[in-house]
């Protein structure tokens, strides 16, 4: 634990940029106001309230990356299968979305360390592929000596050097099958859900590799109901980049849409560009910096639709959310993959030509209900068939 007695050698293991502004203020308010501790009373209340507050944020990160390396750890001259390795990573990836891990985690470096390695091994498995995983001694004494500095800062225990250069290697080897006795974690432990109307529709999500598709009538609202989306994920706490490459960024329909559709406080977490300038590479460069990548429309990027799934196995960790536009035939343009590769595929209805009355629904869920239709104008379901099997809809 930190204290008043120990702060000076204790804040050096903490990265204090990470924090957040709040405790980044009172470090240096520590910093101007320590020698006054035992003086003013309002100093000695004011640093107490700072370091009791410092402590639960760096023990609630910590306690989380602790447990996930532990984890980790336990996987060491282990064979695990892709499903497993899967289910691990789905599970860590949730638990940064609900910040239980922090970027001022002790552990920080090692998590994003462990993401990286296991993703890699994830992509490289086919279906029914298993690793062999062997952290190598340099690495598993850097994550041992990493969960004792954990334990130190939460008073237990002693902290002891690192070593660097993690690295992980793996032998890989091939079955049909799985026990059943190795499916042992829960996937709703993952999952995460939008506000309102938004969540019943879309149901229970998983980051990884999620991927929606957006298709239907020509005017009937993807691009509004794109939006409607941006704020939804916007609205927790998701860095959003919509490529509006249908409707210039300056145009004032854009401007419009953002006043109908996007709160002001989700505002900051959502960023527009029209532009293409290293063509289909500009999505991916923006793929890592973003959690959600929204475009529309697909046909923009002159690129095969092949390239749809490689681009979610690619980044894994970011939400796409696709706009296809229709043929005359009714089909989507470029061939239907991309309907068989995303996870939530969701078709846009044209009632008639009052907008009013045209709505969303999905015809592929894999997390959630298909069939519930959702208003695109007054944002809210209009029919929920899981209410109605309940007698909640009567």
């Known amino acids: 634990?930190?204290?008043?007695?120990?702060?000076?050698?204790?804040?050096?293991?903490?990265?204090?940029?990470?924090?957040?502004?709040?405790?980044?203020?009172?470090?240096?308010?520590?910093?101007?106001?320590?020698?006054?501790?035992?003086?003013?009373?309002?100093?000695?209340?004011?640093?107490?309230?700072?370091?009791?507050?410092?402590?639960?944020?760096?023990?609630?990160?910590?306690?989380?990356?602790?447990?996930?390396?532990?984890?980790?750890?336990?996987?060491?001259?282990?064979?695990?299968?892709?499903?497993?390795?899967?289910?691990?990573?789905?599970?860590?990836?949730?638990?940064?979305?609900?910040?239980?891990?922090?970027?001022?985690?002790?552990?920080?470096?090692?998590?994003?360390?462990?993401?990286?390695?296991?993703?890699?091994?994830?992509?490289?498995?086919?279906?029914?592929?298993?690793?062999?995983?062997?952290?190598?001694?340099?690495?598993?004494?850097?994550?041992?000596?990493?969960?004792?500095?954990?334990?130190?800062?939460?008073?237990?225990?002693?902290?002891?050097?690192?070593?660097?250069?993690?690295?992980?290697?793996?032998?890989?080897?091939?079955?049909?099958?799985?026990?059943?006795?190795?499916?042992?974690?829960?996937?709703?432990?993952?999952?995460?859900?939008?506000?309102?109307?938004?969540?019943?529709?879309?149901?229970?999500?998983?980051?990884?590799?999620?991927?929606?598709?957006?298709?239907?009538?020509q005017g009937g609202g993807k691009t509004r109901f794109s939006y409607q989306l941006a704020n939804g994920f916007a609205d927790i706490d998701m860095k959003v980049a919509m490529f509006s490459l249908e409707i210039g960024r300056k145009s004032d329909l854009v401007r419009r849409m953002r006043e109908e559709y996007l709160e002001a406080e989700n505002r900051n977490n959502i960023f527009i560009t029209d532009q293409l300038p290293e063509g289909f590479d500009t999505i991916r460069k923006a793929a890592k910096d973003f959690e959600v990548i929204i475009i529309d429309s697909w046909n923009k990027l002159h690129v095969k639709s092949t390239e749809f799934d490689r681009l979610r196995k690619e980044f894994p960790n970011t939400i796409f959310i696709i706009i296809f536009q229709r043929t005359t035939q009714g089909t989507i343009r470029g061939g239907t993959a991309p309907l068989f590769d995303s996870g939530i595929n969701l078709e846009v209805v044209k009632v008639d030509d009052t907008f009013t009355n045209n709505y969303a629904v999905a015809t592929k869920n894999r997390y959630g209900v298909t069939g519930i239709q959702y208003n695109i104008t007054q944002q809210k379901i209009i029919n929920n068939f899981e209410e109605q099997e309940n007698g909640e809809g009567e």
């Open 1 to 217: 634990m930190i204290s008043i007695n120990n702060y000076s050698e204790k804040i050096q293991e903490v990265n204090l940029r990470t924090l957040p502004k709040v405790l980044q203020g009172g470090h240096e308010f520590f910093l101007e106001a320590n020698a006054w501790y035992k003086q003013d009373p309002t100093v000695t209340e004011s640093i107490d309230l700072y370091i009791q507050k410092l402590n639960n944020h760096l023990k609630q990160g910590n306690d989380a990356a602790k447990r996930f390396v532990e984890k980790f750890l336990k996987m060491h001259d282990r064979t695990k299968t892709k499903h497993q390795l899967g289910l691990y990573i789905k599970s860590l990836q949730k638990a940064i979305l609900t910040k239980q891990i922090r970027k001022s985690s002790l552990q920080a470096r090692n998590i994003t360390k462990i993401q990286e390695v296991l993703i890699k091994q994830y992509n490289g498995l086919p279906d029914n592929g298993k690793v062999r995983i062997t952290i190598n001694d340099a690495w598993r004494n850097e994550l041992e000596s990493g969960a004792k500095k954990v334990q130190a800062l939460n008073g237990v225990g002693a902290p002891s050097l690192t070593e660097k250069n993690p690295k992980l290697t793996v032998k890989r080897k091939r079955s049909i099958f799985d026990s059943m006795n190795e499916i042992d974690e829960a996937p709703s432990e993952n999952s995460f859900r939008l506000a309102g109307d938004l969540g019943t529709l879309m149901g229970d999500l998983e980051r990884f590799e999620l991927a929606i598709t957006l298709e239907g009538d």
